[in-house]
């Protein structure tokens, strides 16, 4: 990066007011993290402090990711990178003095970075004074947050802000620095409160189900009538697995066994409604009329699940054997909520839910893993081989049904 030539400057206090102003604005709404990291920025070095370099990290609640962070690089711009919860830590990460700061708990960690007094004890100083810079301080601003607050604290936001201005920062410029990250900091927070509940709720109970809950859907007895093929899938021989795996190795099983059933509904657009006990309910809605969309996708998902139980069967891993049962069936359904009125789910209900039930149980008679109505095998053309008509419990009349071959 080429050396920016500074002059002698003041605060320009009055525009250090309007980007606290901008960043209000901010925390009313649900931004971009990133840009709006990447907008401060901008801002500042407009206000004339000298910043040349920054990065911005926060924790986050979700099921994959751990800790964010966004870096900003005067004339290059933002970057947004992501950590997973299995990734270990970096040698860069664990010599840092970001990390440093907050294993530490320190508000403030400063180092000069040129001339003979300067503060080169970890390695990225001593890549960027090498790189021209003068100084570099991490700021950690933590706040609470309720919806986290088992993190042991460690819910903020830290910062680490570099110039290459000669001398440094000036007391100005760092108080200014100071000022705006606490605000920064109130932005961050309304922005992650957003992010965790969306996160939770399409964890929980789906993106779909989710969407509808936040956005107003919560009371007892809300729902709609919807068209779609129902998905239910469940584990054969469950109980004696349970028994000789024990508690923690079945339950590690378990989320084998759903990562492959359920993961298919999800990678082909469809939701997962529920898991009851080791069963799957799925759900793939009808956008209008196109049942054969709303098909196409649930056969997917029925071949991809074949293929991730033929993958886990043929591992070398001393897991059980592992069969299911899958019954596809379609009309229409309540989709809404139910239970009693401080403790709700979001589900599907109806006879075709029922009838789903019924089929997979029958898989177990017919010794064939995937059964599906009538209406879904006249859309599955040479692949719909009869099994013949069966009286489902709760159902007035027989009903024919039809195994799904391979592909």
């Not at 907008?39 to 990711?65: G, N, Q």
């Not at 923690?248 to 529920?274: M, S």
């Not at 969309?293 to 897991?319: F, M, P, Y």
Request: a negative charge; charged letters at 25%.
């Amino acid at each position: 990066m080429k050396s920016t030539p500074y002059r002698p400057t003041m605060i320009d206090m009055p525009e250090i007011d309007r980007i606290e102003d901008w960043l209000i604005g901010q925390a009313l709404h649900s931004p971009d993290m990133p840009k709006m990291f990447g907008e401060l920025c901008e801002k500042l070095a407009e206000c004339e402090v000298p910043i040349c370099r920054a990065l911005l990290a926060w924790a986050t609640l979700h099921p994959l990711i751990e800790a964010e962070t966004a870096f900003w690089e005067a004339q290059i711009g933002i970057e947004h990178q992501q950590f997973t919860h299995s990734e270990e830590e970096q040698e860069d990460w664990l010599k840092s003095p970001m990390r440093s700061a907050l294993m530490e708990r320190r508000e403030i960690l400063r180092r000069r970075l040129e001339g003979g007094n300067a503060e080169l004890d970890y390695p990225l100083c001593v890549e960027l004074s090498a790189k021209g810079y003068t100084d570099y301080m991490v700021i950690t601003t933590g706040f609470d947050m309720p919806a986290i607050s088992d993190m042991k604290g460690n819910t903020g936001i830290i910062v680490s802000w570099a110039t290459q201005k000669p001398g440094g920062f000036s007391d100005d410029e760092v108080a200014a620095i100071h000022y705006i990250q606490k605000r920064l900091a109130l932005a961050a927070r309304a922005n992650l409160e957003a992010q965790v509940t969306q996160t939770i709720a399409e964890t929980y109970l789906g993106q779909w189900a989710g969407s509808r809950v936040l956005n107003g859907q919560i009371r007892h007895g809300d729902g709609e009538t919807i068209n779609a093929v129902i998905f239910y899938c469940d584990m054969r021989n469950s109980t004696r697995i349970a028994e000789d795996l024990g508690p923690e190795r079945y339950l590690k099983f378990l989320n084998t066994y759903f990562e492959a059933t359920g993961g298919p509904v999800l990678a082909h657009g469809g939701e997962i409604l529920d898991f009851i006990g080791d069963a799957v309910l799925g759900v793939f809605p009808i956008a209008g009329n196109d049942l054969g969309t709303a098909v196409e996708r649930a056969l997917a998902a029925a071949d991809e699940l074949r293929e991730r139980i033929a993958a886990l069967n043929g591992s070398k891993s001393n897991d059980p054997h592992l069969t299911v049962g899958l019954a596809l069936s379609v009309g229409e359904v309540m989709f809404g909520n139910i239970g009693v009125a401080n403790r709700l789910t979001f589900s599907v209900i109806g006879q075709t839910v029922h009838a789903a039930a019924r089929m997979e149980t029958l898989t177990k008679k017919v010794h064939r893993d995937i059964l599906m109505t009538a209406e879904i095998a006249a859309l599955a053309s040479h692949r719909a081989e009869p099994v013949g008509a069966f009286a489902l419990d709760g159902f007035a009349v027989e009903r024919p049904l039809f195994a799904l071959s391979t592909r």
